[in-house]
């Protein structure tokens, strides 16, 4: 559903701004949610540490998410986070139902984030031409937080 703003990009390239900003946010839920299941499916040793870490993981996926939700909102567009409209559209791989141990987890979500970051990266330049420096910066926010979460994951695994 389209709403009015008086937003100054043409409608032409808002429409092409917002396709990207949908990719990113049906990637980002489903991000948000392999983090949960991770956070829920976790055993072992470092169950603890691990169990809070997907949590703020998926935490801060959903201030990213919400980030670019209500940027789709100001150009004008309905957003779409439902079940049904996720799983439709999103680009990331499946996160695997079949591990338990902690060094498997991280693994899966440290690929589900890397991938995630992998996707949003073009989208920074990609809307920046289409003459949105302001969707370019949410999306730079968006790349920056999830390198960091990215970090915070590869860390815990890596050292002695």
């Known amino acids: 559903m389209r709403h009015t703003t008086r937003i100054d990009i043409p409608k032409a390239r808002r429409d092409k701004i917002i ?21 829920w499916n976790v055993r072992g040793p470092q169950f603890i540490a691990l169990h809070e870490l997907f949590d703020k993981v998926a935490e801060g996926v959903e201030e990213n998410n919400d980030e670019i939700a209500e940027r789709i909102a100001q150009l004008g567009e309905s957003v779409d986070g439902t079940v049904r409209g996720v799983a439709a559209a999103t680009a990331l791989k499946a996160y695997p139902l079949t591990i338990a141990d902690g060094m498997s987890h991280m693994a899966a979500v440290a690929d589900a984030l890397a ?14 031409t289409l003459g949105d420096a302001v969707t370019a910066d949410v999306l730079t926010g968006v790349a920056r937080s999830t390198d960091k979460l990215l970090w915070f994951v590869e860390a815990h695994s890596q050292g002695d």
């Not at 949908?22 to 991770?38: C, F, P, V």
């Open 115 to 128: 991938g995630f970051a992998a996707r949003v990266r073009p989208g920074i330049d990609e809307t920046g």
């Open 19 to 39: 396709a990207i900003l949908r990719g990113h946010l049906a990637d980002g839920i489903d991000l948000m949610m392999q983090s949960k299941t991770a956070h």
